[in-house]
T-cell receptor, first 117, second 109 residues
Framework: NAGVTQTPKFRVLKTGQSMTLLCAQD?????MYWYRQDPGMGLRLIHY???????AKGEVPDGYNVSRLKKQNFLLGLESAAPSQTSVYFC????????????????FGPGTRLTVL | GENVEQHPSTLSVQEGDSAVIKCTYS??????FPWYKQELGKGPQLIID???NVGEKKDQRIAVTLNKTAKHFSLHITETQPEDSAVYFC????????WGAGTKLIIKP
């Protein structure tokens, strides 16, 4: 199993450009998450999904959109990139308990380093 | 909402010595406290976790302690080795994980 994969690994954008980050997991997990990681600020949740076709806002959703058309994929879009979106983006996934809640362990991808000039 | 503070931001210890990283949280409803290790160029990976009904948990050289009254929890690594060098994150959750800012642990040979 590849686990959680992310593409691309690196990207440089100019202000105003758009792009989509792709996350894929082969563990049949229901829950998927997008985080951004900035120096001195830990991980902050952007958006998450509790299943195919569903998405929800996290702590810092402004300027981002997401889609979960297939269970194994979770896409993060930037419609008009800004320098403040320069960051490392991580995708994660987790499975669920019989009660329908997320289990505790989140499995992370290797990250995408995005620079917006 | 929940706020998690983590200290120190950088910790340098001699190989073989112990390392302690501390976190405090603000929301008394938080009931789950994981610790993740992030190696250079990789995503974070869970190394140990503790729930609010337990005071201490050990896994070989790693232990986590929780003080619910004071709202703080700590990661203890004994007999540190070069492969322990990494960034460590704590987190707290009532319905969503809130992360600390991270501690860079440096093991000096």
């Amino acid at each position: 199993n590849a686990g959680v994969t992310q593409t691309p690994k690196f990207r440089v954008l100019k202000t105003g450009q758009s792009m989509t980050l792709l996350c894929a997991q082969d563990m049949n997990h229901e829950y998927m998450y997008w985080y951004r990681q900035d120096p001195g600020m830990g991980l902050r949740l952007i958006h998450y999904s509790v299943g195919e076709g569903t998405t929800a806002k996290g702590e810092v959703p402004d300027g981002y959109n997401v889609s979960r058309l297939k269970k194994q994929n979770f896409l993060l879009g930037l419609e008009s990139a800004a320098p403040s979106q320069t960051s490392v983006y991580f995708c994660a996934s987790s499975t669920y308990t019989l009660a329908g809640t997320s289990t505790d362990t989140q499995y992370f991808g290797p990250g995408t380093r995005l620079t917006v000039l | 909402g929940e706020n998690v503070e983590q200290h120190p931001s950088t910790l340098s210890v001699q190989e073989g010595d112990s390392a302690v990283i501390k976190c405090t949280y603000s929301d008394s409803a938080s009931n789950y406290f994981p610790w993740y290790k992030q190696e250079l160029g990789k995503g974070p990976q869970l190394i140990i976790d503790i729930r609010s009904n337990v005071g201490e948990k050990k896994d070989q050289r790693i232990a986590v302690t929780l003080n619910k009254t004071a709202k703080h929890f700590s990661l203890h690594i004994t007999e540190t080795q070069p492969e322990d060098s990494a960034v460590y994150f704590c987190a707290a959750r009532d319905y969503q994980l809130i992360w600390g800012a991270g501690t860079k642990l440096i093991i000096k040979p």
